[in-house]
Antibody
Framework: QLQLQESGPGLVKPSETLSLTCSVS??????????WSWIRQPPGKGLEWIGS???????YYKSSLKSRVTISVDTSKNQFSLKLGSVTAADTAVYYC????????????WGQGTLVTVSS | QSALTQPASVSGSPGQSITISCTGT?????????VSWYRQHPGKAPKLMIY???NRPSGVSNRFSGSKSGNTASLTISGLQAEDEADYYC???????????FGGGTKLTVL
């Protein structure tokens, strides 16, 4: 059974770069049928898709975040990562990693999520 | 403001059926059969309940069903149970540069 687990700092200072990693177990990240995705949820609010990456390098980002976001995949470690630059308090959220099935558009499974707070 | 519109809350009694709507445009819900639904209990990660409008993943109860008419998708839960009390989110592919959009979420209360 595929499992995803986020890891990274829980506190980031304004203007700095948020960095998270998602470790994939129970399956290979080098799957032609899937994209690896980041989704976030500000406290008490709804879900926001950030972006997704195929192990081949093809990447999609939400247009409003594109200038600040980088998603990368490390097939040797079966991990993928998120970097979000120039963060502000508005980037405070629970960040989830998830798998996007390319036969359609759905996310399954999801990691448990990790809270990242942007504060000085 | 979310790209897809959901009611903020719905409620029902155990055993009853409820329907949650998800309204978009012809660029997302109406244009593609790529609507999915997620259930989220407090403090937990979302769980996929319906994909591609009306398909249930393995392990999801057949009390959950999905449909679409025009620019509005719907999630119906029959035989409400206490465990169904949660937040529900719809999502769709969009032809805009955003690629994927979510609804604002609906809080389901089981009375």
């Amino acid at each position: 059974q595929l499992q995803l687990q986020e890891s990274g700092p829980g506190l980031v200072k304004p203007s700095e770069t948020l960095s998270l990693t998602c470790s994939v177990s129970g399956g290979s990240i080098s799957s032609s049928s899937h994209y690896w995705s980041w989704i976030r949820q500000p406290p008490g609010k709804g879900l926001e898709w950030i972006g997704s990456m195929h192990y081949s390098g093809n990447t999609y980002y939400k247009s409003s975040l594109k200038s600040r976001v980088t998603i990368s995949v490390d097939t040797s470690k079966n991990q993928f990562s998120l970097k979000l630059g120039s963060v502000t308090a508005a980037d405070t959220a629970v960040y989830y990693c998830a798998r996007w099935n390319t036969s359609g558009v759905w996310f399954d499974p999801w990691g448990q999520g990790t809270l990242v707070t942007v504060s000085s | 403001q979310s790209a897809l519109t959901q009611p903020a809350s719905v409620s029902g009694s155990p055993g009853q059926s409820i329907t949650i709507s998800c309204t978009g445009t012809s660029s997302d819900v109406g244009g593609y059969n790529y609507v999915s639904w997620y259930r989220q209990h407090p403090g937990k990660a979302p769980k996929l309940m319906i994909y591609d409008v009306s398909n249930r993943p393995s392990g999801v109860s057949n009390r959950f069903s999905g449909s679409k008419s025009g620019n509005t998708a719907s999630l119906t839960i029959s035989g409400l149970q206490a465990e169904d009390e949660a937040d529900y989110y719809c999502s769709s592919y969009t032809s805009s540069s955003t690629h994927v959009v979510f609804g604002g979420g609906t809080k389901l209360t089981v009375l």
